[in-house]
């Protein structure tokens, strides 16, 4: 659904000539955080990379669109804070847990209610 939205808004800012570039949790994580797995203080180090490359993005003159699963509200905060005033809009996408059990492209929602994955946000893991 992030994924999705995402790719969604960033056609209707470029069809509207404004430069975008997304930033998807599922993309970075397999380049700039391969090194991070899902411990909360993987998570948060993941958050605060991403937010320093998107302000990076932003002052060049792009319109970054972050998807990203983000748990933890004080690093919505220090992302908020990185960007200039009026530059960040936080976006809760607040989608009912069996929903998102039931779309499940990757199979990630039932290994981790088998006990496969640890830290799962929503599952073992809260989101503030």
């Given at each position: 659904?992030?994924?999705?939205?995402?790719?969604?808004?960033?056609?209707?800012?470029?069809?509207?000539?404004?430069?975008?570039?997304?930033?998807?949790?599922?993309?970075?994580?397999?380049g700039?955080?391969?090194?991070?797995?899902?411990?909360?203080?993987?998570?948060?180090?993941?958050?605060?990379?991403?937010?320093e490359v998107?302000?990076?993005?932003?002052?060049?003159?792009?319109?970054?669109?972050?998807?990203f699963?983000?748990?933890?509200?004080?690093?919505r905060?220090?992302?908020?804070?990185?960007?200039?005033?009026?530059?960040?809009?936080?976006?809760?996408?607040d989608?009912?847990?069996?929903?998102?059990?039931?779309?499940?492209?990757?199979?990630?929602?039932?290994?981790?209610?088998?006990?496969?994955?640890?830290?799962?946000t929503?599952?073992?893991?809260?989101?503030?």
């Amino acid at each position: 659904g992030k994924s999705t939205i995402a790719n969604l808004f960033e056609k209707k800012l470029f069809a509207t000539g404004r430069h975008t570039y997304i930033l998807d949790g599922d993309n970075v994580r397999h380049g700039l955080n391969r090194d991070l797995g899902f411990t909360d203080a993987d998570r948060v180090e993941n958050i605060r990379r991403v937010a320093e490359v998107a302000r990076l993005m932003a002052d060049a003159g792009l319109i970054v669109i972050v998807s990203f699963i983000s748990p933890f509200s004080a690093e919505r905060r220090m992302a908020r804070e990185l960007m200039a005033n009026g530059e960040f809009v936080e976006v809760f996408v607040d989608t009912p847990f069996e929903e998102c059990a039931r779309r499940d492209p990757k199979g990630l929602y039932a290994r981790a209610l088998n006990g496969e994955i640890k830290n799962f946000t929503g599952v073992d893991s809260p989101y503030e």
